[in-house]
């Protein structure tokens, strides 16, 4: 099923739809820096919600869940379900410090906390990550997606998609700042959930004869049992192309284990997340809105995941199994091997009829664009307050300092844009690219963990921390592969090598600490109460509710 004039006139009409939103929400213009960059600290719980679901959700899970789906199931829920519970946490024990703190980025934590110095270091780092794998890989697999969905696949719009995408987000991120990401972003997650759910009732009514969605779901779960386990063992999940599961999702690691690293870095030290919660009215409404997207997040797997595992039965041969000979031709890569990552194209592309297709293509669109004006307002606020202002222009007016945020947000893109096509060629190595980020957030997460909750930390001792984590992580990553037969090397899944380099790393921050200080608490350490971590009766309950939920779902599909 190809794309249809009703397609594209429902697709043009969302686009028109987010611009002119954004441009009557922040018509009177941004008149200072708190304006531009925390939408005037203004932000109501339910927008905040909103907000941080549709800067999370990208393409990475529209896309690469729904394969991770196909090739693992149900098991890759664990990111959307245990986020729910970080977020909980982020709430409750992070947040207080950090409004209490009035901080615009999360480089001023550091500042405050440690050293300038240090500060200085992860902004450029962060404004690299941001720029170099988040933008860029945002930008190549949205573009991707949609080649894939309105294209022929073939490549022949990947750039125009690129290109596109890109001045989408830059036409109202860049002028509105936060508010325009913000209020917009209640739109896009109606849109992207709506949309989500449509492909998933749809895809489900397609596997049963008789169709309908409960008994596609029965059909789905009698054929493939295996898909619907949460906790993996070694063996029991071999995907497509022959890989062990396991070592993507180790067993209980996914609950004790490394899990809780990739999460508390990216929901509680991640600026293009935390910075909708930074411009709250209130603590108390930051912490609503916070619940408020972890229920958001039960619903993530059933729009990611679950047409993942479709895909996979509808693909499977007579064995129940997916191979080259049983699947689709679009499944098939150069190499003969199976891209899972095309199980949500092919099913939009094949099962959406007219008019819907054009509704759902507009929720994966949105999905892309407000992760993409999230990041660029993050890389502006993070270039524009811990770089430019410090070190450029310590007297810089507020209407300077919006202007450059513009500019810089402006430049990022087109960085972005300028190196999004040379994903393509880089095979392997992109996967790699995805793995970064996991190599320096254990290190990142140590420093912010102790330095929130452990008042003897010492600047020096998180400097040798963060420098000291780096080989730490390449130890365990690329030292077994580089001298398997050696016994000094262990081989371990990524989500172990995460957990051990950040345990590691406390505890060299611990000891250099000790060392520094012999025992005695850093004048910078923060003084906590129990008062400090008080939380309102609507967040407490949430929190139980949404505990309660979670401990029926892993006991249902332990």
Known sequence: MKFEFIDYAIFIAYGVLIVGIAYWVTRKGEKTSEDYFLAGKSLPWWAIGASLIAANISAEQFIGMSGSGFAIGLAIASYEWMAAITLLIVGKFFLPIFIEKQLYTIPEFVEKRYSENL????????????????????LYLGATALDTIMGNGDGSILLPAIIGLALFAALYSLWGGLAAVAWTDV??????????????????????????????????????????SMILEKGEIITPNGKDAWWDLPGLAVLIGGMWVANLYYWGFNQYIIQRTLAAKSLKESQRGIAFAAFLKLLIPLIVVVPGIVAYVLNAGPDGLVTAESVAPSFVGDSGNIVNDNAAPWLISNFIPAGLKGLVVAALAAAIVSSLASMLNSTATIFTMDIYKPYFSKGASEGRLVNVGRTSAAAALLIAVSLAPQLQNLGQVFQYIQEYTGIVSPGILAIFMLGLFWKKATNKAAIWGALLSIPIALYFKVAPNEWSDSAFFVNLPFMNQMFWTWIATMVIIVIVSYVENKGADNEKGIPLSKQLFATGRTFNISAMVICLILFILYAVFW
């Open 119 to 138: 500060k200085t270091i992860l902004a450029v780092f962060w404004i690299g990550l941001y720029i170099f794998v988040n933008l860029t890989s945002v």
């Open 187 to 228: 739109i896009q997650v109606v849109l992207l959930i709506a949309g989500g759910l449509i492909t998933t009732f749809i895809a489900l009514s397609h596997v049963s004869p008789d169709g309908g969605i409960f008994a596609g779901f029965k059909m789905i779960y009698e054929q493939v049992p295996g898909k619907f």
